[in-house]
């Protein structure tokens, strides 16, 4: 199975910041790699598939980068609402898996 | 509107069964691959099963093979986990995920807990 590795596993961060989360995957997974934003309490919300690719409603403050086995999610400029848990995921092969997640807080 | 709505969660023994039950609305859901998805409290996300658009092919984590039966059925825009042997360790909030790629909708959840 193909294990996902996200760092940190918290970050704290003021409203303006610019985070970087990074994801590492065990084997290569080419570009088939989607980010999401949990809130507590909340299904998981899509911000970012195929790598690069936002979701259709997404601030543009989020992007994303890599391939192969190393990729990155970017907050350019932090607002009250980006505090949340962000997940990346793979999905390259029939067996799906997540990252442990990263918690953004304040 | 587009929506997913999960139901059939509640408290069972170890050892009991429990049918999840996912009503899809607003869209062509015979067209979509979906999937489980559950989130133990206070911890992250785990892929639990999927199924292709017509249900002729499954799979499933190892952690709940041969326990869990993931099937759908699309005259009723309808996607089932049935859960067998159930284990403290299955105590989770379920999610039911439409994949066009990646996981584009979820559903709110429904609460299992696995306990004597």
């Known amino acids: 199975d193909i294990q996902m590795t996200q760092s940190p596993s918290t970050l704290s961060a003021s409203v303006g910041d610019r985070v970087t989360i990074t994801c590492r995957a065990s084997?290569?997974?080419?570009?088939?790699l989607a980010w999401y934003q949990q809130k507590p309490g909340k299904a998981p919300k899509l911000l970012i598939y195929?790598?690069?690719t936002l979701e259709t409603g997404v601030p543009s403050r989020f992007s994303g980068s890599g391939s192969g086995t190393e990729f990155t999610l970017t907050i350019s400029s932090l607002q009250p609402d980006d505090f949340a848990t962000y997940y990346c995921q793979q999905y390259h092969i029939n067996v799906y898996s997540f990252g442990q997640g990263t918690k953004l807080e304040i | 509107e587009e929506q997913l709505v999960e139901s059939g969660g509640g408290l069972v023994k170890p050892g009991g069964s429990l049918r999840l039950s996912c009503a899809a609305s607003?869209?062509?859901?015979?067209?979509?691959?979906m999937h489980w998805v559950r989130q133990a409290p206070g911890k992250g996300l785990v892929w639990v099963s999927r199924?292709?658009?017509?249900?002729?092919?499954?799979s499933y984590a190892d952690s709940v093979k041969g326990r869990f039966t993931i099937s759908r059925d699309n005259a009723k825009n309808t996607l089932y986990l049935q859960m067998d042997s159930l284990r403290a360790e299955d105590t989770a909030v379920y999610y039911c995920?439409?994949?066009?790629?990646?996981?584009?909708?979820w559903g709110q959840g429904t609460m299992v807990t696995v306990s004597s």
């Open positions: 199924t292709n658009s017509d249900g002729s092919s499954t």
């Open positions: 195929k790598a690069s």
């Open positions: 995920a439409r994949e066009p790629e990646a996981f584009d909708m």
């Open positions: 607003g869209f062509t859901f015979s067209s979509y691959w």
């Open positions: 084997q290569s997974i080419g570009v088939w």
